[in-house]
């Protein structure tokens, strides 16, 4: 079952042609690896795909109304000035926060829940903006290089939660220079063709 | 609408400097200000409102230079769209949260250094609903000139919505004049309030749209 479908979709951007002509679905239980150097466009077709970003040409549908979405790109959306816990609070309403919170600890965070969130190293400030879609029961997941930072250890908790996700039936898109671990479709963006 | 003023209440109270800052900086300069020139007391009664006023103005602008642009910068703007889809309670929250927290303290102030310079006490709430009032139009437009100038520098919003702030300048003093003379105060206040609650529903549908576009 197909849960966002992109037709024909292209992207300019100072009259360079970033990809043209893209058509893929994210379906239910499926996977999909967005592949490509730096500057084919990834990070913008994932912002096409969330709806943040208007493709060009063609459209992005959305299959099914009120479809939930996980995301986490390149920014972590987490405050510096708040403690990794406060920053839990912020995030999650309070019927989600023990699940959060059961995350933060299997992520090893509890050493730093009273710290201010800007002192926490790159990784670990990636871990907690990673609890987001961990904790989150969403139909889609859209990732951003989620595996730059983490540690072997996180980087292969996060490959299997993916892999458990998608055999539930979500749909994953991502786009990664390090291999996911798991099967996925490969869409390969190479600059105007795909 | 709730959940999201708790959080906009809860992001700015951790902001220590955020609105603190523009509160002492309204206090030393309505501190500052009589202490460097040499004027009777009488004098000085004539004139102080308007040091009032124009502190009002810059201090608002202030308070509200950076209101979108941590979110902005941390990703948690894409976040919101995805669930919202639009920015409207988002900037609804956050306005109304600036004004609870810097707009009313600084009417507050406002209201007492007022009455250290020769206001009639009684007059004192008149003179404290007339700056927060002030204070709820200023801070809509000036967030909306944050939107505007979110990742291209602060004089943007300056430039575009100084020219609108001038009215409602005009209209404080007007009311001020009103509460000291005793004369027609009510009719300006109805416009004040008025306009205070038409601008505060429809500019944070401005700002939406606005912050939309640089999220594009």
């Given at each position: 079952?197909q849960?966002i479908t992109a037709n024909n979709i292209s992207y300019?951007?100072?009259?360079?042609?970033?990809f043209h002509g893209l058509s893929f679905s994210l379906?239910?239980?499926?996977?999909?690896?967005?592949?490509?150097?730096?500057?084919?466009?990834?990070?913008?077709l994932?912002r096409i795909l969330l709806g943040i970003s208007t493709p060009t040409k063609g459209e992005i549908k959305y299959m099914?109304?009120?479809?939930?979405?996980?995301?986490?790109?390149?920014?972590?959306?987490?405050?510096?000035?708040?403690?990794?816990?406060?920053?839990?609070?912020?995030?999650?309403?309070?019927?989600?926060?023990?699940?959060?919170?059961?995350?933060?600890?299997?992520?090893?965070?509890?050493?730093?829940?009273?710290?201010?969130?800007?002192?926490?190293?790159?990784?670990?400030?990636?871990?907690?903006?990673?609890?987001?879609?961990?904790?989150?029961?969403?139909?889609?997941?859209?990732?951003?290089?989620?595996?730059?930072?983490?540690?072997?250890?996180?980087?292969?908790?996060?490959?299997?939660?993916?892999?458990?996700?998608?055999?539930?039936?979500?749909?994953?898109?991502?786009?990664?220079?390090?291999?996911?671990?798991?099967?996925?479709?490969?869409?390969?963006?190479?600059?105007?063709?795909? | 609408?709730?959940?999201?003023?708790?959080?906009?209440?809860?992001?700015?109270?951790?902001?220590?400097?955020?609105?603190?800052?523009?509160?002492?900086?309204?206090?030393?300069?309505?501190?500052?200000?009589?202490?460097?020139?040499?004027?009777?007391?009488?004098?000085?009664?004539?004139?102080?409102?308007?040091?009032?006023?124009?502190?009002?103005?810059?201090?608002?602008?202030?308070?509200?230079?950076?209101?979108?642009?941590?979110?902005?910068?941390?990703?948690?703007?894409?976040?919101?769209?995805?669930?919202?889809?639009?920015?409207?309670?988002?900037?609804?929250?956050?306005?109304?949260?600036?004004?609870?927290?810097?707009?009313?303290?600084?009417?507050?102030?406002?209201?007492?250094?007022?009455?250290?310079?020769?206001?009639?006490?009684?007059?004192?709430?008149?003179?404290?609903?007339?700056?927060?009032?002030?204070?709820?139009?200023?801070?809509?437009?000036?967030?909306?000139?944050?939107?505007?100038?979110?990742?291209?520098?602060?004089?943007?919003?300056?430039?575009?919505?100084?020219?609108?702030?001038?009215?409602?300048?005009?209209?404080?003093?007007?009311?001020?004049?009103?509460?000291?003379?005793?004369?027609?105060?009510?009719?300006?206040?109805?416009?004040?309030?008025?306009?205070?609650?038409?601008?505060?529903?429809?500019?944070?549908?401005?700002?939406?749209?606005?912050?939309?576009?640089?999220?594009?």
């Amino acid at each position: 079952m197909q849960l966002i479908t992109a037709n024909n979709i292209s992207y300019t951007i100072n009259d360079q042609k970033l990809f043209h002509g893209l058509s893929f679905s994210l379906d239910h239980g499926s996977a999909l690896h967005i592949q490509g150097g730096n500057g084919s466009g990834k990070s913008t077709l994932i912002r096409i795909l969330l709806g943040i970003s208007t493709p060009t040409k063609g459209e992005i549908k959305y299959m099914q109304p009120n479809l939930v979405l996980s995301y986490l790109g390149h920014q972590n959306a987490i405050k510096s000035y708040l403690t990794p816990l406060e920053n839990l609070e912020l995030i999650f309403p309070k019927a989600q926060f023990d699940n959060a919170y059961s995350w933060f600890k299997k992520l090893n965070l509890i050493g730093v829940q009273d710290e201010t969130t800007a002192n926490l190293s790159f990784g670990q400030q990636k871990k907690l903006a990673l609890i987001r879609i961990l904790a989150n029961d969403s139909d889609v997941i859209i990732l951003d290089e989620p595996f730059v930072g983490l540690d072997q250890a996180t980087r292969d908790l996060l490959a299997e939660y993916l892999k458990l996700r998608v055999s539930k039936g979500a749909s994953l898109a991502l786009t990664s220079h390090i291999e996911p671990g798991f099967n996925c479709h490969a869409l390969v963006l190479n600059g105007g063709a795909a | 609408m709730i959940s999201v003023m708790a959080s906009e209440l809860f992001k700015l109270r951790k902001k220590i400097r955020a609105w603190l800052g523009p509160l002492l900086i309204m206090i030393l300069v309505l501190i500052a200000f009589p202490l460097s020139i040499d004027i009777s007391q009488y004098d000085l009664n004539k004139f102080y409102f308007s040091i009032i006023v124009i502190s009002l103005l810059v201090i608002s602008f202030l308070a509200t230079e950076t209101m979108f642009v941590e979110d902005f910068e941390d990703g948690t703007l894409e976040q919101i769209y995805l669930q919202e889809r639009d920015f409207y309670k988002l900037a609804l929250a956050k306005v109304l949260i600036y004004v609870l927290l810097i707009g009313v303290p600084m009417s507050l102030i406002g209201s007492l250094f007022s009455f250290a310079n020769g206001v009639d006490a009684s007059q004192l709430p008149q003179i404290f609903i007339t700056l927060i009032f002030s204070t709820l139009l200023l801070f809509n437009l000036f967030a909306f000139g944050a939107a505007l100038s979110i990742n291209k520098g602060a004089m943007l919003g300056v430039l575009a919505t100084l020219p609108l702030a001038l009215p409602v300048i005009i209209l404080l003093g007007r009311a001020i004049r009103a509460v000291q003379f005793g004369n027609g105060f009510y009719e300006i206040m109805a416009l004040m309030i008025g306009a205070g609650l038409l601008v505060a529903a429809l500019v944070p549908l401005v700002i939406s749209i606005t912050l939309r576009t640089h999220l594009e």
